[in-house]
């Protein structure tokens, strides 16, 4: 993993239970119920930023590329989805939609892609601005397991970069599907904890 041909995906690491829970909400369900509903994905979904934010600092120290990628519906899908009454999550343009968790809150001169899919690649530059970085090696963390992560690690994949997914920097709303998931995901790339790969980034 050579620090100037490598990156780090920070994927959709947003705080998705307050945006939930707003929604929710917002729809006549009871703050109360809606929240403990959420409480072991949102107790998951800390320690996976917290380890993801292990993750940045050290990868910020050692000079690899930073790359953020965080959710958005467009205004006309919006506007769409109002208008056909769908009560679905809508994560709004702008910065006061959601909340990036402390640990893995952008600086100044990072790179950060907005998605309506949550997938990095498709309709992006990313791969394009990558390859201008000499970057080969990625090292991908963030939310879901089973949705934007999925996608953007096949992707990577199908590009050929060499993949390394965190596990435990990652998560989704049911702790057996993220399981489920990461022994699937063991087939196709290299899968590394937390310390694992700090371990690797340390030692060269």
């Known amino acids: 993993m050579i620090h100037e041909r490598s990156a780090l995906l920070l994927i959709n690491l947003i705080d998705y239970t307050d945006l939930f829970v707003k929604t929710a909400v917002e ?3 009871p703050e ?3 929240s403990e509903a959420l409480s072991d994905f949102d ?3 800390r320690r996976a930023a917290d380890n993801a934010g292990k993750l ?5 120290d050692k000079g690899f590329e930073i790359v953020h990628v965080q959710p958005e519906t467009p205004v006309e899908k919006q506007e769409n989805m109002a208008k056909r009454g769908e009560t679905g999550l809508r994560v709004p343009s702008g910065a006061e939609a959601f909340t990036v968790y402390e640990a893995v809150e952008p600086r100044k001169g990072e790179l950060v892609f907005s998605k309506a899919d949550g997938e990095a690649f498709t309709g992006t530059r990313l791969d394009f601005v990558l390859r201008n ?3 080969d090696n990625l090292v991908i963390c963030g939310l879901m397991t089973d949705r934007g992560v999925l996608w953007s690690t096949v992707h990577a994949v199908d590009l050929g970069y060499n993949v ?3 596990e435990d920097a990652c998560t989704t709303f049911v702790r057996e599907t993220h399981d489920t998931f990461v022994k699937w995901y063991r087939t196709l790339v290299n899968v ?3 310390e694992e790969v700090l371990s690797l980034i340390q030692k060269q």
């Open 27 to 29: 729809a006549g369900m």
């Open 164 to 166: 390394v997914l965190v």
């Open 133 to 135: 970085m000499h970057v």
């Open 32 to 34: 109360v119920e809606v």
């Open 56 to 60: 940045l600092k050290v990868c910020r």
């Open 43 to 45: 107790l998951r979904a």
């Open 192 to 194: 590394k904890t937390t």
